[in-house]
């Protein structure tokens, strides 16, 4: 059957109400039905009809809008032939009894009340006392974002699901977040009825600075119009510390100086999530201690030397633990502390100096030692060499001469005189001759005898 004699059928169909309001006739639908603008809507319904009236395959089921007193069709269906008026369809299936219809993309001239009507071979009947009236809203509703445990440093998808379930209109799904390196994919899922659900698929890894931070999925409709849904972000990880001191000025983060009577007050504060069990402890004794918070305090009263000490704040949460300590000093330590320190110093450097000056004095009196034993040494074996009198060289007025020089040392015979003559030097000249002569000599020396020596130059002549 075409369009055109599906027309002329329903105008037939809409001038012959013979069976209106008898007995055994009955259509089950909501009276009222909502739909917000630019979404679908899945209305159930089903009717009835006497016992004694069989249905066939070929019935048809139209829907009409009524507006200003008439009926317009706006959808009907016979032998699974489907006409619409482009957001309006017959889905049930008409031969068992089911009239639903579903909505998409409406809009607002869609508003109004509906009837039903069946055309069967025997049958032709409106169903007058129940006429859905179909009511069109402003787009308000929300995609949904699935939940996941955001812990730092594991990668995790989250799910954006768009309103309504619709067979021709598509949305379109965005993210938008300070999320990084974040990978989005959109899908469909087409139900057995042939709706349409649409999803978006965003995965990235959080950090600690993705917490508490929001993240939009926003899905945004052919007719324009959009919604969107925010979630901020819970993202878990490990305690990190930082300690802070009232009571006395310090820059040290890590240790203070007090004195006798002074208040302090230690502030442990944590950040973590979930939220730390925090400790105080002096040494290795706990001295506070709390479950589940993010700032525990330690107050010294009236400071005594007793106080002072190592205090450690620990924090710990299912991620993680971590530990800082702190050092308080009493003014009475630190002053022996540091006089301790100052005569540790030049007694150091003075024991060097004694310690220097004993190395050079044994290592001179060493030296003496040796060199004298090495004298001592040489002067012993000395003594053991025998002298023989012949090697004796001496130089004394006593010695004689041998009468004749020789002959490399005799002087040079019939010498002149720069006149010219034949007169030979002068008396003032000397010669002298030392004779090393191997002979031992005759002559003893007396032990009381006084040896002179000469000194014998050579000197030229003038």
């Known amino acids: 059957m075409d369009y055109y004699l599906a027309f002329i059928l329903l105008a037939h169909l809409w001038s012959n109400t013979d069976c209106q309001g008898i007995p055994g006739y009955e259509l089950k639908v909501n009276k009222t039905v909502d739909v917000q603008r630019g979404l679908c809507v899945r209305v159930p319904c089903t009717f009835i009809v006497p016992l004694n009236i069989r249905l066939t395959k070929g019935i048809a089921g139209i829907w009409f809008h009524?507006?200003?007193?008439?009926?317009?069709?706006?959808?009907?269906?016979?032998?699974?032939?489907?006409?619409s008026n482009g957001r309006f369809y017959l889905i049930g299936d008409v031969t068992r009894g089911d009239c639903s219809f579903i909505i998409e993309g409406a809009m607002n001239e869609d508003a109004g009340s509906y009837g039903f009507r069946i055309v069967d071979e025997e049958t032709k009947l409106l169903y007058p006392d129940v006429l859905p009236n179909v009511q069109v809203t402003e787009f308000t509703e929300k995609p949904t974002i699935s939940f996941a445990r955001l812990v730092e440093g594991k990668e995790v998808t989250l799910?954006?699901?768009?309103?309504?379930?619709?067979r021709k209109v598509t949305p379109e799904i965005s993210w938008i977040g300070k999320?990084?390196?974040?990978?989005?994919?959109?899908?469909?899922?087409?139900?057995?009825?042939?709706?349409?659900?649409?999803?978006?698929?965003?995965?990235?890894?959080?950090?600690?600075s993705d917490n508490n931070s929001p993240l939009y999925c926003t899905v945004t409709l052919k007719t324009g119009v959009s919604t969107t849904e925010k979630q901020s972000l819970s993202v878990e990880y490990s305690p990190s510390i930082n300690i802070t001191i009232e009571g006395v000025v310090t820059s040290d983060t890590s240790s203070v100086t007090v004195k006798d009577g002074d208040t302090i007050t230690m502030r442990c504060s944590v950040d973590s999530n979930p939220k730390a069990s925090i400790t105080w402890y002096k040494e290795d004794a706990v001295v506070n201690w709390t479950r589940s918070f993010q700032t525990i305090s330690l107050t010294l009263t009236n400071v005594t030397p007793s106080d002072a000490g190592r205090f450690l704040c620990s924090a710990e949460n299912e991620h993680g633990v971590i530990n800082k300590t702190f050092h308080i000093i009493h003014h009475g330590e630190e002053s022996k502390s540091k006089i301790t320190g100052d005569n540790t110093a030049i007694a150091a450097a003075v024991g060097g100096v004694i310690s220097l000056v004993l190395i050079l004095v044994v290592g001179a009196v060493l030296f003496i030692y040796f060199r004298k034993k090495r004298q001592q040494n040489i002067n012993g074996n000395l003594k053991d060499i025998p002298i023989n009198d012949s090697d004796a060289i001496y130089c004394s007025p006593e010695f004689t001469t041998p009468d004749t020089y020789p002959s490399e040392h005799s002087p040079p015979k019939n010498l002149k005189s720069s006149a010219g003559d034949d007169s030979v030097y002068n008396e003032d000249v000397q010669y002298a001759s030392v004779n090393f002569s191997k002979q031992k000599s005759n002559q003893v020396v007396p032990e009381d005898m006084e040896i002179e020596y000469s000194e014998i130059r050579k000197t030229r002549r003038v």
């Open 159 to 166: 799910t954006c699901t768009s309103p309504g379930r619709c």
């Open 179 to 208: 999320v990084s390196n974040r990978r989005i994919i959109n899908y469909e899922i087409t139900r057995d009825d042939g709706s349409r659900s649409f999803h978006s698929n965003i995965t990235f890894t959080p950090g600690k």
């Open 66 to 83: 009524f507006i200003e007193g008439s009926g317009q069709h706006v959808a009907f269906r016979v032998n699974n032939k489907h006409y």
